[in-house]
Structure formats: C-alpha cells, structure tokens
C-alpha cells in the first residue's frame, strides 16, 4: 500500500527565504507525483506535475524534483512571500486503479 | 471556463436527512471521484468512476452512494447521513497527460452533519 510523508507538518520562515518541501513515499512504482497548494477552507490549486520519467519541473518560483528509486521529491520555493503562506500537499499515481495518495500536507507561514 | 463544479458549497443539516453533492465537469474527462478531508487525516479517496456506468470504491465508502449516468456529472449520494461524515469534500477529474494523467478538484463542500 502507497504512503506519503511530508515533514514537517508546519513550517514558519522570514519573507524573502529560500525553501525547501519534502515529501517521501513508499512504492517507487508511480506514474507521477503532483504538487497542490491549499489556501485555508480551499480547494486544491495544482502547482506541478513531475512525470515519473522527468527529474524535474519548474513554474515561475518553483521548482520540484522527483527522485523516484528513493521515493522522494523536493519542492523548493525561491524568495518566499507571504503569498505563498498555505498549506502544500503531494501525492502520486500508482496502482493499476491509478489511485492518487497524499501526504498531510505541509501548512507554510511566510512572515513579512 | 475548464472546471470542476460543486454544489452546494456549504451545507448544514442534520442525522439521517438524505442529501446529494453534485459534481460537475466541463473538460470531458473520463475519470472522476471523490475524497474527504478531515485534519489529521488527510485527504481521501470515497468512490472512483473510469467512465459512464462504471463505479468503484476507494478507501472510505462506507456511508456514501455515487452515480454516474452521464460523462460530466458524478454526484455523491449521502443516504443517511451520521455526525462522522462531517468533512470537506472534494469532486476530482483528471485528464491524460503523456504516459500518466493530472488531477483537477472542484472548490469543495463543507458539510456539517448535527
């Protein structure tokens, strides 16, 4: 059975850092793993979409990495903003049903 | 506008009074389902259709009836419904991208079961 870990589960840094997000899973047999970013009550906004033949993809600030035969990927977030303050869930495709996994989620302060 | 629909968006009612989510998607997708998020516990997975006609369950379905009769609407039948099925609930669509697909959610239902 697929498990997502994302540690921590919340995380405060000072506007104008550079950060990174992380997220593990167990079964390395996936068909990509996304990004979402949550505003509180939300829905979920997809941030990226990494193939599990890609190493990386990159939007604006944001860049993830998908390491896959170690069951990792990075989301990493230049020059944070208090903007970007929400909680940041993945999850990846597996399965013959392609089920989606999450993780809890990782709720991010920016301070100004 | 592609998108995924939910209504109502916010819904207050009380034990055992019978109640329909429905869900709605403008993109064609094959694919749809549906999740609960409650903290703590994350996000998931109730029921799941591949296409017209055809329905599975997910992690959680107990409590919960889907249907799906056209290719755009996947509604979420709550026949009964008991305080523990108070949650955000999340309607989902997914379109194929390369060798895999992505995922599009609807903006939720916060329902609250009394």
């Known amino acids: 059975k697929q498990e997502v870990t994302q540690i921590p589960a919340a995380l405060s840094v000072p506007e104008g850092e550079n950060l990174v997000l992380n997220c593990s899973f167990t079964?390395?047999?996936?068909?990509?793993l996304q990004w979402f970013r949550q505003d509180p009550g939300k829905g979920l906004t997809s941030l990226l979409l990494i193939q599990s033949s890609q190493r990386e993809q990159t939007s604006g600030r944001l860049n993830a990495s998908l390491d896959k035969s170690s069951g990792r990927s990075t989301l990493y977030i230049a020059a944070s903003q208090p903007g970007d303050s929400a909680t940041y869930l993945c999850?990846?495709?597996?399965?013959?049903?392609?089920?989606?996994?999450f993780g809890k989620g990782i709720t991010l302060s920016v301070r100004p | 506008e592609a998108q995924v629909t939910q209504n109502p968006r916010y819904l207050i009612t009380v034990t055992g009074k019978k109640l329909t989510v429905t869900c709605s998607q403008n993109?064609?997708?094959?694919?749809m389902s549906w999740y609960r998020q409650d903290p703590g516990l994350g996000l998931r997975q109730i029921y799941y259709s591949m296409n017209v006609e055809v329905t599975d369950k997910g992690d959680v379905p107990e409590g919960y009836k889907v249907s799906r009769k056209e290719k755009r609407n996947f509604p979420l039948i709550l026949e009964s419904p008991s305080p523990n099925q108070t949650s955000l609930y999340f309607c989902?669509?997914?379109?194929?991208?390369?060798?895999?697909?992505?995922?599009?959610f609807g903006p939720g239902t916060r329902l609250t079961v009394t």
């Open positions: 079964d390395s047999a996936i068909y990509n």
């Open positions: 993109m064609n997708h094959e694919y």
């Open positions: 989902a669509s997914r379109k194929r991208v390369e060798t895999s697909y992505e995922q599009y």
């Open positions: 999850a990846v495709l597996t399965g013959a049903n392609s089920k989606l996994t």
